[in-house]
């Protein structure tokens, strides 16, 4: 059985930093791409960053023009975890974060976590 479980999120000042992470289970990371993703009250998902079985390779990782230059994707294979370092966090951040994995193979995304809450406020 598969699964994606989401931590590091909380309160956390503007300005400030987290670190989330997504343990993953019962896949093999290396034939996956994995995203984050997120949901703000009253908004639909959006996709923030994505990183591909190839890692950098092929010319990614990738992110919403929003985020890009704070957060940061990365994944460790070995210990079968994919990260999001998310520095200098805004207010407009604040929404339940999930990680996600793809195979490629179907339309859509395979797998997702059951997220992870970050609130950013003073």
């Known amino acids: 059985q598969v699964h994606l479980v989401e931590s590091g999120g909380g309160l956390v000042q503007p300005g400030g930093s987290l670190r989330l992470s997504c343990a993953v289970s019962?896949?093999?990371?290396?034939?996956?791409?994995f995203g984050w993703f997120r949901q703000a009250p009253g908004k639909e998902r959006e996709g923030i960053a994505c990183?591909?079985?190839?890692?950098?390779?092929?010319?990614?990782?990738f992110y919403r023009e929003s985020v890009e230059g704070r957060f940061t994707i990365s994944r460790d294979n070995a210990k079968n975890m994919i990260h999001l370092q998310m520095n200098n966090l805004k207010p407009e951040d604040t929404a339940v974060y999930y990680c996600?994995?793809?195979?490629?193979?179907?339309?859509?995304?395979?797998?997702w976590g059951q997220g992870t809450q970050v609130t950013v406020s003073s």
């Open positions: 996600a994995a793809d195979s490629g193979i179907a339309a859509s995304w395979d797998y």
């Open positions: 019962g896949i093999d990371l290396n034939e996956y791409s």
């Open positions: 990183i591909s079985s190839k890692g950098e390779r092929d010319g990614g990782p």
